[in-house]
Nanobody, 122 residues
Framework: QVRLVESGGGLVQPGGSLKLSCAASGLTFKNHIMGWFRQAPGKAREFVGGINPSGNGLFYSDVPEGRFTISRDNARNTAYLQMDRLKPEDTAVYYC???????????????WGRGAQVTVSL
């Protein structure tokens, strides 16, 4: 059974940092694109960014504003989201996903984690 398990979330003050981990099992991790998404209360899910299978290709939406960094360790079957200079508006449930290209430009998320709560507040 494919499982993606996020960890590292919690409560942090504005300006602080958190590093989320996404541990994958039940799939060939090194063959999958890994992505991060978030969903804030009352808002739609947003794409944060992703990383290609080898780990040398990074792609971000405008959500991180240059403050987040995605990485992966294929030997540990784990993807990471380093979040710095956090703002209250970053408060959301953060999800990791494993996906694949289904066309030249489109990636299909095949598997999802259950999410990790990140709360940025005083």
């Amino acid at each position: 059974q494919v499982r993606l398990v996020e960890s590292g979330g919690g409560l942090v003050q504005p300006g602080g940092s958190l590093k989320l981990s996404c541990a994958a099992s039940g799939l060939t991790f090194k063959n999958h694109i890994m992505g991060w998404f978030r969903q804030a209360p009352g808002k739609a899910r947003e794409f944060v960014g992703g990383i290609n299978p080898s780990g040398n290709g990074l792609f971000y939406s405008d959500v991180p504003e240059g403050r987040f960094t995605i990485s992966r360790d294929n030997a540990r079957n784990t993807a990471y989201l380093q979040m710095d200079r956090l703002k209250p508006e970053d408060t959301a449930v953060y999800y990791c996903a494993a996906g694949r290209f289904i066309s030249q430009l489109k990636v299909q998320p095949d598997y999802w984690g259950r999410g990790a709560q990140v709360t940025v507040s005083l």
